[in-house]
């Protein structure tokens, strides 16, 4: 799986917009993009995934670079209740190990501050 | 929405006792997936599995067993456990079609004295 690179921190005001990038330079043509984020003390949550083109959910937007070596998490309007640990994970999903571990790096801990 | 659900949210036992974790999704999910998260380790894979029945070992399985009887729950067993298994414990579940993402439980946050 590719390496990612996110910086270990950023906070961001209530009620703006929060972009997270990611670097993925590594990054193969078979490999997603997954957002994940962790609350202290609560189990990963699930965000976002794409392998091309741009995705947007109810959570969140992922945006990814032409090149795929990079890319953006945006939450749209952040709250207090999206102070958390972000993680970036690139992995390969058509594999026999396709479905199988995941590993989070140190991700960005980010801070919403009123 | 994907729930899974973990048994405990925290546990308190003994050394030498025998624990059981249970987790339970509700997606018709085909494989789950046991991990153990600590400080400064990150995620590790105790175990996953992909089918009724079906179990594979994953980086760190010593001193742990599985039991997955039905395609929703899939249980940890601490056969002996030990002060080195004190962790927090999560369970994650996907569907077998290639790219879908894990979903998590909320953890069992387990301390062994």
């Known amino acids: 799986d590719a390496k990612t690179t996110q910086p270990p921190s950023m906070d961001c005001a209530e009620g703006r917009a929060a972009n997270l990038p990611c670097n993925h330079s590594?990054?193969?043509?078979?490999?997603?993009v997954y957002w994940y984020r962790q609350i202290h003390s609560q189990g990963p949550q699930y965000i976002i995934h794409?392998?091309?083109n741009n995705e947007t959910n109810e959570m969140a937007s992922l945006i990814i670079t032409e090149d795929r070596k990079s890319s953006t998490l945006i939450l749209p309007h952040a709250t207090l209740r999206d102070t958390a640990v972000y993680y970036c994970?690139?992995?390969?999903?058509?594999?026999?190990?396709?479905?199988?571990?995941?590993?989070f790096g140190a991700g960005t801990q980010v801070v919403v501050t009123p | 929405d994907v729930k899974v659900t973990q048994s405990s949210r925290y546990l308190v036992k003994r050394t030498g006792e025998k624990v059981f974790l249970e987790c339970v999704q509700d997606m018709d999910h085909e494989n789950m997936f046991w991990y153990r998260q600590d400080p400064g380790l990150g995620l590790r894979l105790i175990y996953f599995?992909?089918?009724?029945?079906?179990?594979e070992k994953g980086d760190i399985p010593e001193g742990y067993s599985v039991s997955r009887e039905k395609k929703e729950r899939f249980s940890l067993i601490l056969e002996s456990a030990s002060t080195n298994q004190t962790s927090m414990y999560l369970c994650?579940?996907?569907?077998?079609?290639?790219?879908?993402?894990?979903?998590f439980g909320d953890g069992t946050r387990l301390s062994i004295l």
């Open positions: 794409g392998l091309k």
């Open positions: 599995s992909y089918d009724v029945k079906m179990k």
């Open positions: 994650a579940s996907t569907e077998r079609r290639g790219g879908q993402p894990q979903h």
């Open positions: 994970i690139v992995r390969v999903a058509m594999t026999t190990d396709s479905w199988g571990k995941l590993q």
């Open positions: 590594t990054i193969s043509g078979n490999e997603y």
